[in-house]
C-alpha cells in the first residue's frame, strides 16, 4: 500500500506520533539522585537515568547500556522492573529476566541475579538485610506459579507462597514489617483482592501474618513515616485511603479524607504508586475528577490543604527523599514531565519533559446520556484547521477494557487533529478512574454496553454540530478493537474502522490467554455461548463496513492467523477488509518505524473511505 503524501510539517508531525507520550516510567528516588525509566525514541527499548544535583551541567545521564531493554514480563504486564540497593541499581532485563546491578557511579552494568523459567517484578529493596524483595514467577502458560522471594547475591528465601498472585510488597521504613497484596484465580486484581502483613525478625524471616479481606480490591499499601500502614481499598466504592492497624483478631481500619474518588488507577501491573507518606504529619495523594488526576498534599488524617502540580491530567508515578517529592506526569499541555516539588514550599522544578508542541490540542470533557439516564465519560479534541462544515471524526477505544484515557497530550492525536479530525477519547462503561460501580458495569457486558456507549457518544457530537455525520471513523486497540470490531457489526455510523491486533475470537482466545486473565473474559462476557455469539468472527454476515487490521506476526495473544483469517471471510463477502503485518512485533506495535507506517496507513484509510476528504 502507498503510503500519503504529507507535507515536510507532516511528515514531522508523523514522526512525533510514533513516540510514545508516555516514555517514563517506574520511577525511584535516594539521597543519591532520582532514577528512571525512559523509552528510546529510536529503538523502543526502555533504558535507566539518573539525575542528581551534583550533576556538571545540570542534565540527566543514561546509566543502562543501549543494548538492554528493561521490563519486567510477571503477568505479562510487568511493572516494578527497578530498585535503588546501597550503591546500585537493579533492574530487571526484558528478555532473559535477568537481574543486573548498576553502579550508581557509573560504569558496567552486570549480571546480578537469575533462576531458570522466572520472571521478576515488583522490586523493592530491603536495605536492612542488603537484599531486594520481589514478585517472583515460574513456568509458562497456565502452570506459572507465583511467591514473594526475597534476593542477595548468594541465596533465594521465599517469603510467601501459595496465593495464585502478588503485588508489589511494601516494608515499613524500621524494617520490621511487611505488607502486600495478592488475589487467586478467577479473579482480577480490581475486582477482590485481600491485604496480608507480617513482622520481620532480624534475619528476615517472617511471623504473626495478618490478613484482611473487605470482599472488594485493595491495592498500593504503602508504610508513613512513622511506620503506619495505609492501603487503597475500593470496598466503600472508591479506591480510597484507609489505615491499618491493630493485631490479627482485632483490625482498626480508619478511613482517611472524605474524597469521594478513586484514588488510584486500575492495577494492570506491579509496582504503581500514586500516594506516599513522606513525614509524620504529611501525605501526598492522587484523586480523580471528572477523568483528570488531581495531587493534593494531605494531613496524617488525609484532609487536604494544597494542591501541586496543577498542569497534570495523569500520575505515572511519585517517589520522595531528603524532603522532595519527585513525580512523572502528563497533562494536556504537556507529554511525559518528571518533576520535583519541595515539600516545605511546594515550590516545583522540571527535570526532564518529552518534547510538546507549543499548540497542543486541548481536550473537553463531554458526557453522553446512554440506557437507563447512565452516563459515559470522553474527552474531545478539536480539529487544528478551520471549516465551514463540521470535522471528520475519530473515536477511539482504549484497551483493557477496564483501562482508562485521559486528557492529556497525545503526539498521536495532534497528528490527527493537524490533518483535520477532531477526535474523541472515550472512557466506555467498565473504565477505570470512576469508582467501583461504573468499572463493573461490563461484567458479562462486553461487546454490548461498550457497543452501545460508543454509538450513543457519536450520535450525541453529531447533534451538537461537533462531527460530520457522513466522515465518522473508529479505532480501538486489542480489548478496544473487539469493541472496535462489534460495532462495525451493530452499526452502519462508521464509514470505516481500525482494529488494532483486536480480539476476534473470544473462546478461542480464552484458551490461549495468560495465566493472569484466565478468568477475566468468563467475568466480561459469561458463559461459552455468549462468548461465540459476541465474537465478531461470527457476526461476519453484520459486516458492511470497510474495516483495516493491523497485526504483529509475533503476536500469541491474538493470534495472526485468527486476524487473516477474519479479513479474508470479510472480502468474500464483498466488505472491504485490509490487513498490514509486522514481521518482528507481537501483542502491540512498539517500535518507532512501525509505528509511523501504522499511523500513515491507517491515515490513508480513512482518507481514501472518507473520499479523500479531511
Partial sequence: MTLPPASEPHDDLLRRAALPADGLGDLQATPRGVLWLTADPETGRRRLWQWHDRLEDGQPQALSPEHLDIASRVNGYGGGALACLDEHAIFVEAESQTLHRQPLSGGEACPWWSRHDSRYGGLTPDPQRRRLLAVEESGQGREARQRLVALDENRRQVLDAGADFYGTPALSPCGTRLAWVEWDLGDMPWQRSRLRQARLDVQGTLHDLTRWDAGAAVTQPRFTAASELVVLSDHGGWWQPYRVAGPAESLEIQRLGSRQADHASTPWQLGECQHLWPAVDRGVIMAFDEGAARILVTDDRGREYARILH???????????????????????????????????????????????EDPPLPRMLQATVADGERVLAFLYGPG??????????????????????????????????HGFAVADINPRGSGNAGRAYRERLA????????????????????????????????????????????????????????????????????????????????????????RARSPINRLDDFTTPVIFFQGNRD???????????????????????????????????????????????????????????
Fill in 311 to 357: 498542569d497534570a491530567g495523569r500520575l505515572v508515578g511519585l517517589a520522595h527523599a531528603d524532603g522532595w517529592l519527585y513525580a512523572i506526569t502528563q497533562g494536556e499541555r504537556h507529554a511525559a514531565r518528571l518533576t520535583r516539588v519541595n515539600l516545605t514550599t511546594h515550590a516545583e522544578e522540571t527535570l526532564l519533559a518529552l518534547p510538546t508542541p
Fill in 385 to 418: 484547521t478551520a471549516s465551514t462544515r463540521p470535522p471528520p471524526l475519530i473515536v477511539r477505544v482504549h484497551g483493557g477494557p477496564t483501562s482508562a484515557c485521559y486528557p492529556v497530550f497525545d503526539p498521536l492525536v495532534h497528528y490527527w487533529t493537524a
Fill in 444 to 531: 458479562g457486558e462486553w461487546g454490548r454496553i461498550d457497543v452501545e456507549d460508543v454509538i450513543a457518544l457519536t450520535r450525541s457530537l453529531v447533534a451538537r454540530g461537533l462531527a460530520d455525520p457522513a466522515r465518522l471513523f473508529v479505532r480501538g486497540q486489542s480489548a478496544g478493537g473487539f469493541t472496535v470490531l462489534n460495532l462495525l457489526a451493530t452499526t452502519r455510523l462508521f464509514r470505516a474502522g481500525a482494529s488494532l491486533y483486536g480480539v476476534t475470537d473470544a473462546p478461542h482466545l480464552a484458551t490461549r490467554t495468560h495465566r493472569f486473565e484466565c478468568g477475566y473474559l468468563d467475568w466480561l462476557l459469561g458463559d461459552a455461548h455468549t462468548q
Fill in 556 to 614: 500469541t495473544v491474538v493470534v495472526p492467523e485468527q486476524t487473516l483469517a477474519m479479513a479474508e471471510a470479510l472480502r468474500r463477502r464483498g466488505v472491504p477488509a485490509r490487513v498490514m503485518l509486522f514481521e518482528d512485533e507481537g501483542h502491540g506495535i512498539r517500535q518507532p518505524q512501525n509505528r509511523c507506517r501504522l499511523i500513515a496507513t491507517e491515515m490513508h484509510f480513512f482518507l481514501e473511505q472518507g473520499d479523500g476528504q479531511g
